[in-house]
């Protein structure tokens, strides 16, 4: 039997813009992925306790509001507190790009900016994720 | 530890963890069914099914938000359909439900439908009694967007609430001899919409055609997103849940359901037997040939391979 991959896309912190998230959300679709998507404004806490619950393999966060240096890390943090250290954690949204070796430092293991096409994300969940 | 001690230990991974082998089809899931289905069913399964968009989710969280003010335990099992093209599938229904995401007394698991026909996951049966496990006496079941055939929902909750919008007016009757037949309770939901009055004359004016004595399936109308009516609901569902348990009804249908389920498994246990001893399908093709040039019928030559087994 098929098994399809499952993924967590979340907005943590406080901007709106969900346009990115369900650009990707739905190239993962159709590229045959679960994607379990639970809207904007989420707490890294949220974030964590879902992908556990949903026990997704992957965690896509998308940020455009700035706090990606605390919010991320954070994410990761949980979810190791949890057991679940083992989720692979993928960010995306306005990063400066300063900021990517604290946030790969952090636990974060890719960072996917403006511009990404979704076929690089794609490719980069199937290689990371056997 | 197995997964089976592990859950009813508490621990939500390991639940997560079991629910994802039975998606999948995996091997190692039947050893600690075995172990989980000898504890306790859960108390109450409710089902909600009807129209995508009609609110669902927004229902289920509405409902977890009263059962957890009482300090009940509460699972929800929410189904979105996968693309029958890619296979993937965007699981959507948490969005309305996230305010309960970091409540250790409530757990929620969204499932794709993968190609399951009839509005659940062929997953769904053995999830609810994983989350039983975990310690949720409730369990909602939320089906994935239905119109008319979709009623395996039925095989698995004690009460079943259709949730409707007056905007599907026409669409009403359209369900009429589908999902609105296994309906227990039917929850107009958007009241505040246009032809919100029509609508439930409607509804029932269909329902009152049902013949006396037996239970009187009852319109509770609700704007969910505002939590208006939700309590009409809820103690909609707790006079079914008494109706039902009365008499008799509630044992015989998940009697009836237990054989249904017990059905299933059988079937797919002989089906991935008889399946592995099949033709592969060059051998296939090989004898497909003489259908192509008319020597034989399909039929005929089915009939021959079912004896050469």
Redesign the interface.
């Known amino acids: 039997?098929?098994?399809?991959i499952?993924v967590l896309i979340a907005k943590p912190g406080l901007d709106g813009h969900d346009r990115g998230a369900i650009v990707v959300?739905?190239a993962?679709?159709?590229?045959?992925?679960?994607?379990?998507?639970?809207?904007i404004r989420?707490?890294p806490?949220?974030i964590a306790?879902?992908a556990?619950?949903?026990?997704v393999r992957a965690v896509g966060l998308s940020c455009l509001s700035g706090a990606h240096l605390r919010l991320f890390p954070r994410v990761v943090e949980i979810l190791r507190e949890?057991?679940?250290g083992d989720i692979l954690v993928f960010g995306g949204g306005i990063v400066p790009e300063e900021d990517i070796p604290r946030l790969k430092e952090a636990g974060i293991a890719a960072v996917f900016g403006p511009g990404t096409m979704t076929a690089e994300i794609i490719d980069y969940l199937r290689r990371s994720i056997t | 530890m197995g997964l089976a001690a592990a859950i009813a230990n508490g621990d939500?991974?390991a639940?997560?963890?079991l629910?994802?082998w039975i998606e999948?089809?995996d091997r190692r899931a039947a050893a600690e069914l075995k172990e989980l289905y000898r504890l306790p069913a859960p108390s109450s399964v409710l089902g909600l099914t009807g129209p995508p968009g009609a609110g669902k989710s927004t229902i289920a969280d509405a409902l977890v938000g009263r059962y957890r003010a009482r300090g009940e335990r509460v699972g929800v099992l929410a189904v979105d359909p996968?693309?029958p093209?890619?296979?993937?599938?965007?699981?959507?229904d948490?969005?309305r439900m996230?305010r309960h995401?970091?409540d250790g007394g409530v757990?929620?698991?969204?499932m794709?439908s993968?190609s399951w026909p009839g509005g659940l996951s062929r997953a769904a049966a053995d999830a609810v009694r994983v989350l039983a496990a975990h310690g949720c006496r409730t369990v909602i079941v939320e089906t994935v967007g239905t119109g008319q055939g979709e009623v395996d929902v039925t095989r698995i909750a004690d009460t079943v609430v259709l949730v409707c919008t007056p905007a599907a007016g026409d669409k009403i009757q359209a369900i009429k001899a589908g999902v609105l037949e296994i309906a227990d309770i039917v929850a107009l939901n958007k009241d505040d919409l246009p032809d919100a009055d029509v609508a439930a004359r409607s509804i029932e004016t269909a329902f009152r055609m049902r013949p006396p004595g037996g239970w009187r399936v009852p319109l509770v109308r609700t704007r969910a997103r505002d939590g208006e009516g939700i309590g009409g609901l809820a103690s909609a569902i707790e006079r079914h849940g008494r109706f039902i348990a009365g008499g008799g009804i509630l044992g015989r249908k998940r009697l009836a359901n237990a054989a249904h389920h017990l059905r299933s498994i059988v079937r797919e246990r002989l089906l991935e037997k008889i399946a592995a001893r099949l033709p592969d399908d060059r051998e296939m093709e090989r004898r497909a040939a003489r259908l192509l040039d008319g020597s034989i019928d399909p039929y005929s030559l089915a009939e021959e391979i079912i004896e050469s087994l």
Do not use: C, N, W
């Not at chain 1, 993962?28 to 809207?39: K, N, Q, S």
């Not at chain 2, 093209?85 to 959507?92: D, H, M, P, Y």
């Open positions: 039997m098929k098994k399809p499952r959300a739905h993962l679709r159709d590229a045959g992925f679960e994607v379990i998507y639970t809207g989420q707490t806490e949220q306790a879902t556990v619950q949903e026990d949890k057991g679940a | 939500a991974r639940a997560s963890r629910l994802s999948d089809g996968s693309s093209i890619s296979g993937g599938a965007v699981l959507g948490r969005i996230q995401a970091t757990f929620i698991r969204s794709a993968r």
